[in-house]
């Protein structure tokens, strides 16, 4: 009876061993998406503050004013035929600065008025 030398490896350890490779991979993969996604915020962050900064002056809000209305946010962009198109780009670079100034679409339409 040939009983073999045992190596204390079976079939099975190299899977397990690549598992475990695999499961590291991951795990770094993983972090790197997490702090990615981090500085990702903290640039949001700046960003929206740096908005705000600007626009909050008076003349920040005279160009804001201007900035939304040609970029057609506060009327219509149908136009009937492909101009609708154009208008409707043009609004949603309008709604993004809106939603970077974290402040609700027609509130802007206030800062214009002059009071009585």
């Known amino acids: 009876m040939d009983v073999g030398i045992y190596t204390g490896r079976s079939r099975c350890s190299g899977v397990l061993d690549s598992f475990v490779m695999d499961s590291d991979l991951l795990a770094e993969e993983a972090e790197k998406a997490n702090e990615a996604a981090k500085e990702q915020d903290r640039k949001l962050s700046r960003l929206v503050y740096v908005y705000r900064e600007v626009f909050k002056t008076e003349a920040g ?56």
């Open 61 to 116: 809000r005279e160009v804001i004013m201007d900035l939304l209305n040609q970029c057609h946010v506060f009327q219509s962009t149908m136009t009937g035929n492909s101009y609708t198109y154009y208008n409707e780009g043009m609004r949603k670079v309008g709604l993004y600065v809106l939603g970077m100034l974290d402040i609700p679409e027609f509130e802007p339409i206030n800062m214009n008025r002059k009071k009585n």
